[in-house]
């Protein structure tokens, strides 16, 4: 059984940094492509940057040079590195990997005051 565990989030101002990390268990972790999605208010649920078994990175172009994903499969953990945060960051974050079906943690708030 895939579970995903978000840790991390919080309340910060603009300008401010937060580490999110995603535990994974049930799966070759090494084999999988992780990634970040967020949900704001209102809002669809947006892909923020999936990190490949390879390594290989891609981001939203509203996080670009702000954010960084990483990995440590020795941990199974991908990590998302969130710096010069902006009010618009604001949303739940939620990691994701795909097993035959989309799988999601139970996300992890992250609120950035202006």
């Known amino acids: 059984q895939v579970q995903l565990v978000e840790s991390g989030g919080g309340l910060v101002q603009a300008g401010g940094s937060l580490r999110l990390s995603c535990a994974a268990s049930?799966?070759?972790?090494?084999?999988?492509?992780m990634s970040w999605y967020r949900q704001a208010p209102g809002k669809q649920r947006e892909l923020v940057a999936t990190?490949?078994?390879?390594?290989?990175?891609n981001y939203a172009d509203s996080v670009k040079g702000r954010f960084t994903i990483s990995r440590d499969n020795a941990k199974n953990t991908v990590y998302l590195q969130m710096n010069n945060l902006k009010p618009e960051d604001t949303a739940v974050y939620y990691c994701n990997v795909k097993v035959f079906r989309d799988c999601w943690g139970q996300g992890t708030q992250v609120t950035v005051s202006s």
């Open positions: 990190i490949t078994s390879g390594g290989s990175t």
């Open positions: 049930g799966i070759k972790f090494s084999f999988k492509d």
